[in-house]
């Protein structure tokens, strides 16, 4: 029987969740929870000058926010902690001595301008930068001595002559000869462990038997299977997930969209909706289905069906799919979904809100379908909370190209006042309304923009006489009469 699975997330503090990183945390999470393993969080948090205490925070508050839950953690620990890389310093402290030891690593003291004149020289002749060895040979006794005498030094990895065959379940076996890779430095001269150390010393504490991550630590995998090797220590298998780049094909940046998972949360961008897209970066439950659960993604997701080559994040796809899941909703659970950004908006109190519950599901019910973000619906009711002699004008010109647009507002406030007494009827009042404006002989662009502007402070937007229901008739009629005006003017 194969060993239980345990995989990880091993995010660096230095920023907050990227969306390639919440992708890799939900595969490594859903392979868990499809072989009934155990999902760790660990926290590399080795470069004290970029690592912070409030990234943590949000990197764990997204991943929580994404409903992955972790079993072992820096906040919950569990039997292989700590899971804080930073609070391990004597142990890796220990592995290294132990790796010298058995002289699979030694102590280098080469100076940096030593390095760089010899990089340079490599550079100079078109070769590959490596490190010379030239401290590879010296006798350790010697250099143990020299050490504790003080003497400034890194150690390095000591790569023996060979190849290696590593398990991707993504990109097929990886073959490699050591000859590509260089002694590489596991503890700086300062003492402080290196990533590259620092992550197999974990992997190997921790029980790691799968390592899924992004394609960019590709580069690094020869060096850390040799170190598996130098401890005797089985190797995890592997799996490299394709980058994720902009429709551009070039790597995701700013330039091409939000790459904060928080900006998508902050904008409302439906949680199941961000599984879910995150998920087709590189996964696919069948063929054909676009929109699927987490329930779906647990019970079919297999890491070998991952794909190699790069993922295309498109933005306009994801927003797409935000209003395809914001659509599905009831209009009660919307309703409580998009409160807080219009309380966050400033456009009306939390209590007010709640007072005029009712009322507010009417005019979600009547965005519904025009929204793709909770975050959406705030800018586009903002006129509904204004003063009726104040309202936000932004398509006046629109509105003013039609002749004699001031004097439609008058007429059709006159005609509208007495058949509004006893509250609005959106269906009736459309029907009346289209037959006055086409009796008067007024194209409807003629009628409905000038009336949309004076209401709304825009050209386009939800059905007019929806509108006029929310606004309620008092509001609609002193709107008609400020707006004529105004356009008068
Ligand atoms: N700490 C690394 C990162 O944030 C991940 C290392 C790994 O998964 O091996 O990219």
């Known amino acids: 029987m194969s060993k239980p699975v345990r995989v990880r997330f091993a995010p660096s ?128 006794a010697l250099a143990a001595r020299r050490v504790a005498a003080g003497e400034q030094a890194v150690i390095r990895f000591r790569v023996p002559p060979g190849e290696t065959v590593c398990i991707d379940h993504i990109r097929g076996d990886v073959r490699f000869s050591h000859e590509e890779v260089d002694d590489w430095v596991m503890v700086r ?59 551009d094909g070039k790597k995701l940046s700013k330039r091409t969209g939000d790459t904060a998972l928080q900006d998508y949360r902050d904008k409302g961008f439906p949680r199941a909706a961000v599984v879910n897209f995150l998920c087709l970066q590189g996964w696919a439950l069948d063929g054909t289905s676009v929109l699927f659960s987490v329930d779906q993604l647990v019970a079919n997701f297999d890491i070998k069906d991952v794909q190699k080559a790069g993922a295309i994040f498109d933005p306009e796809k994801f927003r797409w799919m935000a209003g395809e899941y914001l659509r599905q909703e009831a209009t009660e659970t919307l309703a409580d979904h998009c409160a807080p950004f219009v309380v966050g908006a400033g456009l009306c109190g939390a209590d007010e809100l709640a007072r005029r519950r009712a009322w507010f599901l009417e005019v979600v019910k009547t965005e519904q379908a025009r929204i793709q973000t909770y975050g959406e619906l705030a800018p586009r009711i903002a006129y509904l909370f204004q003063r009726d002699d104040a309202v936000a004008w932004a398509d006046e010109a629109a509105a003013r190209k039609h002749a004699h647009a001031a004097q439609t507002l008058r007429d059709y406030r006159e005609w509208l006042a007495p058949r509004v007494g006893g509250g609005i009827d959106a269906a009736a009042l459309r029907d009346a309304s289209k037959a006055w404006a086409q009796e008067r002989g007024l194209k409807l662009p003629a009628f409905f923009q000038p009336v949309r502007l004076a209401l709304c402070g825009v050209v386009n937007g939800a059905d007019l006489f929806d509108v006029m229901a929310l606004l309620g008739a008092p509001a609609v009629l002193a709107r008609l009469a400020h707006g004529a005006e105004r356009l008068a003017s």
């Open 189 to 247: 001269s300062d003492g402080s462990p290196t990533y590259n150390f620092c992550v197999v010393c974990d992997d190997v504490e921790m029980g790691i038997t799968h390592v899924f991550r992004g394609e960019e630590h590709l580069v690094n995998t020869p060096k850390q299977v040799l170190l598996y090797r130098a401890l005797g220590q089985p190797m995890p298998e592997f799996g490299h997930l394709p980058l994720m780049l902009g429709t």
């Open 13 to 140: 503090p230095t920023g907050k969740l990227h969306i390639g990183g919440a992708r890799t945390a939900l595969f490594n999470w859903a392979y868990a929870r499809r072989h009934g393993g155990t999902f760790v969080l660990r926290i590399e948090d080795t470069d004290p000058e970029r690592s912070t205490k409030e990234f943590e925070r949000a990197i764990l508050e997204g991943l929580a926010w994404l409903g992955i839950a972790w079993d072992e953690g820096p906040d919950i620990g569990g039997p292989r902690g700590p899971y804080r890389q930073s609070e391990k310093y004597p142990q890796y402290r220990e592995i290294a001595r132990r790796v010298v030891a058995a002289g699979h690593a030694y102590p280098c003291f080469c100076s940096t301008e030593r390095l760089d004149a010899l990089r340079a020289e490599q550079e100079s002749r078109k070769e590959r930068q490596v490190y010379d060895r030239r401290c590879a040979g010296l006798d350790p």
